[in-house]
């Protein structure tokens, strides 16, 4: 079995355990978790790693270094899956890092490898992602770990249940002198493949800014109402949608993102006027600013567009991130051990444990072509020949790095 099979079949064995049979779904510290614990937990000892589950969850397995006392390289991914999802988004990137092992063959480095398998990172369970790599950081709070899931059970709840010990986290905290993080991911969109390239080199995490948006009219009988009396907030809506759709190719940012993504209208009644219609808005930029900047006119538009109908708006924060850039050393290390495939400089529009640990920790991402572009769907795939180029050029990295003497985490 070559190395890209290896990595192909071991993400088939992961997707191989869910919760909902049929799919590939698998939720925070779930019994298909434990079941992907084992698999890896057994595939890891298999090549002389040390291999524990900390007490957020997180499987970590430690590949020693030539000499003890050395720096430690941390590289993984998440192993939860949105519903219904695909076999690669996450898994692909605790595969590779084991298949690197394994092409290792026995090889000892300057530095010790920590292998994680993040136990969750998409949000799906408990309406709040990266559980795993937050709890690195020690950044888990008495309100988040007292959030209930459908069931009404805890965030603690649940690693008690799983066997671990919810009143103490410390020993999830990143590894003592660790000196940087890599993450391999397929790129979940279809830039790469527009440009023929296998892989891409993170250069950021874009920012994103989440609102809802609320157009108040007023509800009324849609048979007896004539059209210059109506207060239609559904309309308003609509017109304000097209706007935002817009608005990119307006002020000609390829790189500005806005999506509207749902729509509540109420009373929600073929024969009744709108008379409330709420609707999310999702901005993602490079540059803070930029984004800020685009969010503020977009709110202006709607503004003006509830205005000029005699509606009223209101708007609700829902939340966002700062755009996060990735170490620009390790990029370079990254670039340099990718050059035979051309790799290409490009943002993340996509959330990653890398965007949680870059504040604190060097942090790099590589990108894997994703066919199609399709991803977090069932037909999500990855090619043989880009696992390939990517172990090619992860091998070149690690054999590149030099760590420095003591880690400092901060």
């Keep these: 079995m070559t190395p890209a099979e290896y990595v192909l079949d071991l993400c088939a064995r992961i997707a191989s355990h869910t919760d909902v049979p049929g799919t590939i779904t698998r939720t925070f510290l779930s019994p298909a978790t434990r079941a992907v614990h084992n698999l890896l937990s057994d595939e890891m000892q298999a ?23 050395a720096a430690t390289l941390l590289t993984g991914s998440h192993i939860d899956t949105v519903p219904d999802a695909g076999p690669y988004d996450g898994p692909l990137g605790v595969a590779i890092p084991i298949a690197l092992i394994r092409s290792l063959d ?24 990266f559980i795993g790599s937050r709890a690195l950081l020690g950044d888990l709070t008495p309100a988040d770990l007292a959030r209930t899931d459908a069931d009404v059970i805890t965030i603690a709840q649940a690693i008690r249940n799983f066997g671990l010990n919810s009143d103490n986290l410390t020993d999830a ?24 390239l296998p892989l891409g080199i993170v250069t950021t995490i874009i920012g994103q800014s989440r609102l ?37 190719q307006t002020i000609s940012d390829p790189s500005l993102l806005a999506t509207v993504g749902s729509i509540n209208a109420l009373p929600g009644t073929a024969n009744v006027i709108p008379g409330s219609v709420t609707v999310s808005l999702d901005v993602r930029h490079p540059s803070d600013e930029s984004r800020q900047g685009a969010v503020r006119a977009l709110v202006q538009q709607a503004e003006y567009i509830a205005k000029s109908r005699n509606l009223t708006l209101t708007t609700e924060d829902r939340g966002g991130q700062p755009s996060v850039p990735m170490n620009g050393s390790l990029r370079a290390a990254l670039t340099t051990a990718a050059s035979p495939y051309k790799p290409n400089a490009m943002p993340s529009g996509a959330g990653h444990d890398a965007m949680i640990l870059a ?26 020949a880009d696992i390939d180029a990517a172990l090619t050029t992860c091998l070149r990295f690690l054999d590149s790095l030099q760590p420095p003497p003591h880690a400092i985490i901060s």
């Design 47 to 69: 090549l002389g790693m040390t291999v524990r589950t900390d007490s957020a969850g997180n499987l970590r397995g430690v590949y020693p270094a030539a000499t003890s006392g």
């Design 106 to 129: 026995g090889r000892r480095l300057p530095f010790a490898i920590e292998i994680i398998a993040f136990s969750e990172e998409e949000g799906v369970r408990f309406a709040l992602p």
């Design 359 to 384: 504040p604190h920790i060097p942090t790099a991402m590589l990108f894997l072509r994703t066919p199609s572009g399709l991803s977090h769907h069932p037909n999500e795939s990855v090619s043989a």
């Design 173 to 196: 905290l990143l590894t003592p002198h660790t000196f940087a993080f890599i993450e391999t991911h397929i790129e979940q969109g279809p830039v790469l493949e527009s440009l023929l």
């Design 212 to 248: 809802g948006l609320t157009f108040h009219g007023q509800a009324n009988h849609a048979g007896t109402t004539p059209m210059p009396f109506r207060h239609d907030a559904l309309a308003a809506a609509a017109h304000w949608i097209a706007a935002v759709e817009a608005y990119p």
